[in-house]
């Protein structure tokens, strides 16, 4: 989720976190090389898409959109899927073209758009392109996926696949080893979508002089990510690296201004089946490396991160779905010191708890959904209902809904208090 951030005040000036758009040179090299030295033999083309109409309208005041708009969603999207597959690999794109008049804008961006091959005795898996990069066990949480999230489509009632924000990058499969590796390098660093004032308000602190400073786009400021898997039994187990930067700007620099500050992370994780269902448990350390002492109180302590959750069918077509994380602030006592006189620093030992209902109706048809996060040491919470019913195998609408409440300004889900919205969204699939 977004990192918490402190002495925040309610914003819409500030600058998102970018969305680089265009695939990079270097991708785009790698890919015809990669299509030239090992084209799809037998390739089948698919085409498949849909159109979607989606509407979302504010429920609660803000007075920073009293005389600017009510729509947190008003939007015409068309999204074209097109793939090649072969015996030795494949060529996908996901494109969609957006009509924004929540915003005022218009754009076509590409999702997708790359190659994957597998050479060697299909012992290595190369995929290289524009894509959407996912591991780690949680729901809806996550400590070893830091691949890049959109949290505006989140928070406005977008489908969840827009939660993932694709990058351009290269990703490796190796499986002859005792266990399978992946690793993912991407090229420049590509941070999270974050609220920009644009359609959310937030909270910033009161001395930002200007919106957040990204990375320069340098090959030394890019991301590499590696995963190590294996299964024992029923249960998966992995280990996991990291080294990057902070997704969100949770940096701020003398000069009062909000960037990402160097990270490095590890961690692990298993999932299995117990207990009448699933459980997964992950844990990571995140090395805040540019406050490794925990007293700069503008850049983020080191912390120590667990969750754990279970899942199990608790009646016909009926699933529950519980987890509880925690975030370990390390030097927390050193960060309190150096604060600022009357700014909140967090519990030492943040928590949040989480709970997913879901149930499938009417011959699967009619999907009902509820899912919450509950703080209780930042007291604060985020409800997400949802219903979703299909009229046909290619008409589908959806109704649900986005709700924040919190004691202080400053926590993770109370600094978007004033962001509550309903949404509609209606789709034709081909």
């Known amino acids: 989720m977004i990192e918490r951030r402190n002495g925040r005040k309610r914003t819409r000036a500030a600058d998102g ?12 090299a790698a890919a015809i090389a990669l299509a030239a030295w090992a084209p799809p033999a037998a390739a089948d083309v698919e085409w498949h898409g849909f159109v979607e109409g989606a509407y979302g309208l504010r429920t609660a005041d803000d007075p920073w959109f009293e005389d600017v708009r009510d729509y947190t969603l008003q939007e015409t999207r068309a999204q074209l899927r097109a793939g090649s597959y072969g015996d030795r690999g ?27 091959f597998s050479a060697f005795a299909d012992r290595l898996d190369v995929k290289a392109g524009r894509q959407a990069l996912t591991w780690g066990t949680g729901d809806l949480i996550f400590i070893n996926d830091l691949f890049p999230k959109d949290w505006v489509s989140f928070f406005i009632g977008r489908e969840d ?18 266990f399978d590796l992946e690793v993912v390098g991407v090229p ?23 919106p957040p400073v990204s990375p320069a786009n340098t090959v030394e400021n890019g991301e590499v990510a590696a995963r190590a898997a294996r299964t024992f039994g029923s249960t998966s187990f992995a280990l996991y690296a990291y080294r990057g930067a902070f997704k969100t700007p949770v940096g701020l620099s003398a000069d009062g201004r ?9 961690g692990a994780s298993a999932r299995g089946s117990r207990f009448g269902g699933v459980y997964w448990i992950e844990a990571g350390y995140y ?16 912390t120590a991160r667990l969750l754990a959750g279970h899942e199990r069918q608790v009646a016909t077509d009926v699933t529950v779905g519980l987890q509880w994380y925690g975030e370990f602030m390390q030097d927390h006592d050193k960060h309190e010191a150096a604060m600022p006189e009357g700014a909140w620093s967090g519990d030492e030992l943040r928590q949040i708890v989480t709970a997913r209902v879901e149930s499938m109706l009417l011959y699967h048809t009619l999907r009902i959904s509820f899912f919450a996060f509950y ?13 979703s019913y299909k009229l046909s ?17 400053e926590t993770q889900f109370g600094q978007f208090d004033r962001n509550d919205n309903l949404y509609a969204r209606v789709r034709y699939t081909y």
Do not use: C, M, W
């Open 393 to 409: 195998d290619e008409v589908e609408i959806a109704l649900g809904g986005n709700v924040f409440e919190g004691e202080r300004e």
């Open 90 to 116: 494949e060529a996908f794109v996901r494109l969609d073209a957006l009509q924004d008049e929540a915003v005022g804008t218009t754009e076509l961006e590409l999702r997708e758009g790359f190659l994957r």
């Open 161 to 178: 696949q827009y939660l993932k924000a694709p990058a351009d990058a290269v990703r490796l499969g190796v499986f002859s080893l005792p």
């Open 375 to 387: 703080s209780p040491t930042d007291e604060d919470f985020y409800l997400r209902p949802l219903a």
């Open 17 to 28: 976190a970018g969305r680089a758009r265009a695939t990079h040179g270097f991708l785009l």
């Open 188 to 210: 420049t660093f590509t941070p999270d979508r974050t609220p920009d004032g644009s359609r959310l308000s937030f909270y910033a602190p009161p001395f930002v002089s200007g």
């Open 258 to 266: 909000p960037f990402y500050p160097s990270l490095g992370a590890y």
């Open 287 to 302: 090395d805040s490396e540019r406050d490794r002492n925990g007293d700069d109180p503008f850049v983020p302590n080191s």
